[in-house]
């Protein structure tokens, strides 16, 4: 089985590619990169003025299976993740049950074998049940092929516990990855604490939530030399805090979704619920702070945190609705939009983001496109619009806060593994 | 001027003309409320729901009576005895509840933006009795009419209210109807007890009781909820009582003509004691005379003419 693009602007940050050439792709690898490419294929796909890059990798989505696959399946989320551009995602552990044993660890392996259409690697617990007391079964965790450890939504309080989960990690030179919320200071809040929430009398929760937990994380993680990544950076001062811990050479990481670089808490004033998300949407002045570390690589990854929630969860008063969003579908064309189109980053730095940089996080070998590789390719219109509809999405839930706004950035053909897993139609 | 509105949710999106629309209609039925027989027809066959989740007894009473004496068909429903403990949410019951013809739903909720959803979800009237800590627009309606009834007009005044105002929809609503009308509006509570960047509203924040209450025309005070102190906010209530009652004192601090109101119900010998509530400055039963009138007002303009 033979496919051949052609013609396609091939923007590939880890090889600073950027030119058209032909790709020719064989057992589900790919065989050659040139200028012209003849012969006989398959499968043949005209990228003429389309935009080719590495499949974009996730390495935050929520996907549900197991406990609520009345919000999303594997199946549903891997659909949502072709359409989105992903080849790659990364599933949070906060299921149920989270998994914290190799056997859901495996289970989420034969679930995407059998059901997925894109490639899923699991994220395990830092502890057992997430409950913030013992450590979960690390290394045969990983041996199962956990690809990081997280008890995403529940930040480890327990700062002894967080010293001993960092040094353990580092025999299994995996990352951990931390969502910072000193949950005493936001307790109950459902909103950025600030103006707005003042004005519409909503329990805030502060920035200092996110600043005092990222500090006691960067200690501990310069303390144990290991590898920590913090999850959804919010906060002008979060990214400041990272910028000078990445300066005196402490190993972390960082990324930020894309509704986080987009919208502020004004947007909450209208009481849609899509704009409840955990860490809240920030003010005008972290947004900036935002993209200026993203321009200058303090922050490394651009990841959803897809969060499905169903309609009737969402269509709620506020406080008691769900936090979160779908993210998948809609990351490239909001990339595009805010970051690129802005000049916030060139394409090039946009890709690295969403492809080698978290590949280079995880530690896997996915994320380029060189002679060799496996065959995962995102191929895209960079200036072709389309309309975000609440009837559009392939994921099982359409929680988004992006519902009628116009994004560029169609992707038009998904490839996991030399296979065409998405064409726009 | 005609009063296009749907609904009635906040002050903070209401002209000054439109509040002054609204005060003007309440002038006609404040009269009304005078009559031997205290009636109009103006709301025959419509019926209005007062939705109620959360316990309250003056303000749904003061709606209540407001229906009843423009002749609307009146249906209480409050949590206690609701649907909504097994599982149902608030728009499934809303929609229950117009499934049934009903015309308008006055609803208290601790959600902000509760009545909100509904007005955006349901074609009916809904009118905000109260949504968390964000607006209560009919209380600062028929403190705004007190206070033109007294003093003349808003315009120029000093106004300080005095207590929670983080948890305080009354003190929203009345900062934004207040402003707008022209008055000066200073807010004063132990800082545990003043939202993040309020001056942002555009008010003065003051901790100290003596500075706040410095020639100001109207004391509003604000209740406080005894839990507060459970809650890290305040140390005890007796500390709240000796920095933030209202004594006679203090009160010798402001205009010599200065009103005391009070949303109520009042905590007496808390916020101010009984004394000062009984006394002649004190314009509290006004208030919830003036309440029926204005809260008539609002379900006239919404529904009079439809």
Redo the contacts between chains.
């Keep these: 089985m033979s496919l051949l693009i052609r013609n396609g602007r091939l923007i590939d940050p880890a090889t600073n590619h950027d030119a058209v050439v032909d790709i020719l792709v064989e057992g589900g690898m790919i065989k050659k990169i040139a200028p012209k490419i003849n012969g006989s294929c398959d499968e043949l796909i005209d990228a003429t003025n389309k935009v080719v890059v590495p499949g974009l990798i996730d390495m935050h989505t929520h996907l549900r299976e197991p406990g609520r696959e009345d919000e999303e399946t594997i199946q549903s989320g891997t659909r949502a993740a072709a359409k989105g551009g992903f080849t790659t995602i990364c599933c949070m552990p906060n299921t149920d049950p989270p998994i914290d044993d190799p056997s859901l660890v495996e289970f989420i392996y034969q679930e995407a074998e059998k059901e997925g259409l894109v490639e899923v690697l699991p994220i395990a617990t830092i502890s057992k049940a997430r409950g913030g007391k013992d450590l979960s079964p690390m290394g045969r965790l990983k041996k199962a092929g956990a690809v990081a450890f997280s008890d995403d939504g529940d930040w480890v309080a327990d700062s002894h516990l967080m010293r001993r989960a960092l040094e353990y990690v580092k025999m299994l030179t995996l990352p951990l990855i931390s969502h910072c919320e000193d949950r005493r200071l936001s307790q109950d809040g459902v909103m950025n ?3 707005i ?6 329990k ?1 929760m502060p920035k200092e939530a996110e600043e005092v937990a990222l500090l006691r994380d960067l200690a501990l993680c310069k303390m144990t030399e290991s590898l920590l990544h913090v999850a959804h950076l919010s906060t002008a001062n979060g990214v400041e805090l990272i910028r000078k811990a990445k300066v005196s050479r402490v190993r972390v990481t960082t990324e930020v979704t894309p509704h986080h670089f987009t919208l502020t808490d004004r947007e909450v004033k209208s ?1 849609d619920t899509n704009t409840k998300v955990n860490p809240p949407l920030r003010g005008k002045r972290d947004v900036e702070a935002l993209k200026e570390g993203l321009k200058d690589g303090t922050i490394d990854v651009i990841a959803t945190d897809h969060a499905p929630h169903l309609a ?1 969860e969402k ?6 609705a769900p936090f979160g969003v779908v993210g998948l579908e809609t990351a490239l064309g909001l990339v595009i939009k805010e970051l690129v189109q802005t000049r916030t980053l060139t394409l090039m730095e946009a890709i690295a983001k969403l492809t080698i940089n978290p590949a280079r996080v995880l530690r896997i070998n996915r994320g380029l496109v060189k002679e060799g590789a496996r065959a995962n390719l995102t191929i895209f219109d960079l200036e072709k619009k389309w309309l975000v509809t609440e009837d559009g999405f392939f994921s099982k839930s359409n929680n988004s806060p992006f519902l009628g706004w116009e994004l560029p950035g169609k992707v038009e053909w998904t490839i996991v593994g030399g296979k065409v897993v998405y064409q726009d139609d | 001027m005609v009063f296009k509105r749907k609904d009635l949710l906040g002050m903070e999106d209401l002209s000054k003309e439109e509040i002054l629309f609204i005060l003007k209609t309440a002038e006609s039925f404040r009269e009304v409320l005078e009559r031997p027989i205290r009636k109009v027809p103006t709301l025959r066959g419509k019926t209005v729901v007062n939705l109620f989740f959360e316990p309250s007894t003056r303000t749904r009473m003061s709606f209540e009576l407001a229906e009843k004496r423009l002749n609307a068909d009146v249906l209480n429903f409050s949590s206690s005895n609701s649907s909504v403990i097994k599982g149902e949410t608030l728009l499934d019951t809303a929609r229950n509840i117009l499934a049934m013809k009903v015309d308008c739903l006055v609803l208290r909720h601790p959600t902000p933006g509760a009545p909100h959803l509904l007005a955006k979800k349901l074609p009916v009237s809904v009118i905000n009795a109260g949504d968390g800590a964000h607006e209560h627009p009919t209380q600062a309606l028929l403190d705004l009419y007190t206070i033109r009834e007294r003093k003349g007009g808003v315009e120029g005044l000093k106004i300080v209210i005095i207590g929670d105002i983080a948890h305080s929809r009354v003190a929203r609503s009345n900062i934004w109807a207040l402003q707008k009308l022209g008055a000066e509006v200073r807010v004063c509570a132990p800082p545990t007890l003043i939202p993040p960047l309020i001056e942002k509203m555009g008010v003065k924040v003051f901790y100290s009781q003596e500075d706040a209450l410095k020639e100001v025309d109207i004391v509003m005070m604000l209740r406080i909820q005894k839990e507060r102190q459970n809650t890290g906010l305040l140390p005890s209530l007796s500390e709240y009582i000796e920095l933030f009652s209202l004594t006679e004192e203090r009160l010798g601090l402001a205009k010599d003509d200065a009103l005391i109101m009070h949303p109520g119900p009042v905590n007496r010998g808390i916020e101010l004691p009984a004394k000062l509530a009984d006394g002649k400055r004190s314009v509290i039963l006004n208030q919830v005379t003036n309440g029926v009138a204005v809260r008539m007002a609002v379900l006239y303009l919404l529904l009079g003419k439809s």
């Design positions: 604490e600030g103006y929430s003042t004005v519409l009398g909503l805030g009481f009737e269509e709620n008063e506020y406080n008691a």
